[in-house]
């Protein structure tokens, strides 16, 4: 998985309890972004990240905030979980906004309950 | 209506078929179009990508663009059970929704 690792793999969490989600990398990639992944919608954006304290927001963006402190590590937190967000979450980067060819981890399993 | 567009099967072929996935797009910025691999429970596997408008072949797989019907194509051939896994096309990091491909022995 191009040197990306996401953590935890699987989690399962209640209604209104925050979580985060880690995205690590060791291949120094610039971008950095956290999708979604649903039956009937495929992957979605939610945040994207362009350096360090440089993020943006994506397509579904609503309940959900990003922190990079480091080149290396890209941080998504559900502030208050709902069974709406129960998704498989995956992480990925890339080097080029102009091709925006992505290598993507392995994914973390949400279920918020 | 969805910037890329992607019939999302299923489509089962027999082994050793050429296989023929498409997908449609709506923005005519996209200049570069992405296709990925992505087998049950893992993330995304970057296949192969174009640029504009024509075609660019890496071994079995061929990946085509027609700019003028924004009309996006990835052909297999000699199809392999192994090629079984769902195939999604993109375009500036907008995904369509995958076709799930099944090759039969």
């Known amino acids: 998985d191009a040197g990306i690792t996401q953590s935890p793999r699987h989690k399962v969490t209640e209604t209104g309890t925050p979580v985060t989600l880690r995205c690590h990398q060791t291949?120094?990639?610039?971008?950095m972004y956290w999708y979604r992944q649903d039956p009937g919608h495929g992957l979605r954006l939610i945040h994207y990240?362009?350096?360090?304290?440089?993020?943006d927001k994506g397509e579904v963006s609503d309940g959900y905030s990003v922190s990079r402190s480091k080149t290396e590590d890209f941080l998504l937190t559900l502030e208050s979980a709902t069974s709406s967000q129960t998704s498989v979450y995956f992480c990925?980067?890339?080097?080029?906004?102009?091709?925006?060819?992505?290598?993507f981890g392995p994914g973390t399993r949400l279920t918020v309950t | 209506q969805k910037e890329v567009e992607q019939d999302p099967g299923p489509l089962s072929v027999p082994e050793g078929a050429i296989v023929s996935l498409n997908c449609t797009y709506s923005n005519s910025a996209f200049q570069y179009f992405m296709w990925y691999r992505q087998y049950s429970r893992k993330g995304p596997e970057l296949l192969m990508y174009?640029?504009?408008?024509g075609n660019k072949e890496d071994g079995r797989f061929t990946a085509q663009v027609d700019k003028s019907s924004k009309y996006i194509s990835l052909f297999i051939r000699d199809s392999q059970p192994s090629d079984s896994a769902t195939y999604l096309c993109a375009a500036r990091g907008v995904f369509g929704q995958g076709t799930r491909l099944t090759i039969n022995p």
């Open positions: 990240s362009y350096g360090v304290k440089d993020t």
């Open positions: 990925a980067i890339g080097t080029s906004l102009e091709v925006y060819e992505q290598y």
């Open positions: 174009t640029y504009s408008s």
């Open positions: 291949e120094n990639h610039r971008y």
